[in-house]
């Protein structure tokens, strides 16, 4: 094996090592970024983690309505 073939299997290996620490949105979103700039020549990272994060939030939103209601719901039956 070459010098040079050696170096970048090393590379590759510590690359897949901090990638394996990171957390899965952080790799989602850089290979976003990744794909979308050498695809289309912008970067729409930042919008998509906007979505989500908005996804998220509504989400949490409805779950939170529906227990509230859900607990009401209980509690008057409760009362009667």
Known sequence: MSKEK????QQSKQLIDGLSK???MVIAAAYLHAINYTLYGEDVTE???TATQQSYVLEKAYRKGY???LQRQA??????
């Open 6 to 9: 050696q170096i970048q299997d």
């Open 22 to 24: 990171m957390p899965p």
């Open 47 to 49: 919008k998509w983690v």
């Open 67 to 69: 227990y509230d209601a």
């Open 75 to 80: 509690e008057m039956e409760g009362e009667e």
